[in-house]
């Protein structure tokens, strides 16, 4: 900026004036700031493990004759305790129906005395036979054991090792404490031409 210095107009004389003098203000310095850029930091490279290898062991063969199993020719027979048979029945539709029919408002096994048998044949069956004997003491006094009647029960097919259980139920009441022994299983190669599944109960009173 210029200052400058005025002379009134009524002076006689006229004297020198000194030039105006020019002041310059200083300029305000400009200092350049640098901004540093910022630098990219890289990312740490993550090494991928290389993945285990898994080997695939197939499931062995299922060992035959099943445990417990006994053998006569290609048949093979086991009488099932009760833990077993109700393991059984819980994965067989056809044996929980079975143990679920009910006589006089009461399941059948609980009213009758029942047996169990467990068959399976190397080159499977067209039908099973099923024959046993119920037997128990002559009476509450009498511990002479007789044979009270025959039971005779029919099965459907089955395959090549497959394993059915097969109920056996009597005609006789469950508080008698008879007890269904001599299994014998047979099976059969030839169409049916009886009822399957059946069972028929000859007492041996008759």
Known sequence: MLALTMVPTHAATTKATPAPTAKASAKPSVSAKTTA????????VVKKKPRKKVTITPSPKPKWPPSGFKANGDVYAK??????????????????????????GVAICEKYSCGAVQVAS???????????????ETSATNKTLKTFGSIRTLAGKTTSKQITTILIISQEPL?????????????HKEPATEKIPSTTYKSATN
Do not use: F, M, Y
């Not at 910022?38 to 740490?44: R, S």
């Open 37 to 44: 850029k910022p630098t990219a930091t890289k990312k740490a």
């Open 79 to 104: 009488i099932p305790n009760a833990k077993e048979l109700v393991g059984t029945a819980s994965n067989s539709k056809i044996l929980t129906a079975q143990l679920a029919q009910k006589v006089d």
């Open 122 to 136: 190397l080159d499977g069956c067209t039908w099973w036979e099923v024959n046993s004997k119920l037997v128990g």
């Open 175 to 187: 508080e008698l404490r008879h007890v269904v022994t001599n299994i014998s299983a047979i099976c």
